[in-house]
Antibody, heavy 118, light 107 residues
């Protein structure tokens, strides 16, 4: 069974840092591009960042560029999102999602809640 | 940035009827469009990609059409489990963008 399980969310103060992880299982992780998509409470979906299957190409939304870093470890079947200089507007559920052949998301994790508040 | 606009924001339809949801792109995205279904407390689920190809496991009552800037998701005979929020997403160019969603509710 294909599974994506996020972890690492929690409550953090503005200006703080957090690292999200996404553990993948049930498929050949190294063959898929991966993504982070977030959803603020009661709001719609917002793409955050993407990384190619090899990890050589990364893409970021303007709202997080320079503050967030996406990475992956294909040996550990894991995706990461390092989030620095967090702001209140970063409060959201962060989903990891996989992509193959194009940047659509054919499998999603349940998400990890990040709350930025003093 | 390509802006995706969905209409209507809320659609009230009775079970057994047909539902038609629209999505418009601010510039041509060819057929690089996906539709997702999201139920409360759940992750989104891919329904349609390439504007008209049903994803694995998506019921045949879901169909997508369109190309360029105008797209439609049609649910032919609404089942109780179809009432949810639907999002379109373009994957033609960076940044990848979603529509704001259509809430399909029971009439």
């Amino acid at each position: 069974e294909v599974q994506l399980v996020e972890s690492g969310g929690g409550l953090v103060k503005p200006g703080g840092s957090l690292r999200l992880s996404c553990a993948a299982s049930g498929f050949t992780f190294s063959s898929y591009s991966m993504n982070w998509v977030r959803q603020a409470p009661g709001k719609g979906l917002e793409w955050v960042s993407s990384i190619s299957s090899s990890g050589t190409s990364m893409y970021y939304a303007d709202s997080v560029k320079g503050r967030f870093t996406i990475s992956r470890d294909n040996a550990k079947n894991s995706l990461y999102l390092q989030m620095n200089s967090l702001r209140a507007e970063d409060t959201a559920v962060y989903h990891c999602a996989r992509s193959k052949s194009s940047w659509k998301y054919d499998c999603w994790g349940q998400g990890s809640l990040v709350t930025v508040s003093s | 940035e390509i802006v995706m606009t969905q209409s209507p924001a809320t659609l009230s339809v009775s079970p057994g009827e047909r539902a038609t949801l629209s999505c418009r792109a601010s510039q041509s995205i060819n057929s690089d469009l996906a539709w997702y279904q999201q139920k409360p407390g759940q992750a989104p689920r891919l329904l349609i990609y390439g504007a008209s190809t049903r994803a694995t496991g998506a019921p045949a009552r879901f169909s997508g059409s369109g190309s360029g800037t105008e797209f439609t998701l049609t649910i032919s005979i609404l089942q109780p489990e179809d009432f949810a929020v639907y999002y379109c997403q373009q994957f033609n160019d960076w940044p990848l963008t979603f529509g704001q969603g259509t809430n399909l509710e029971i009439k």
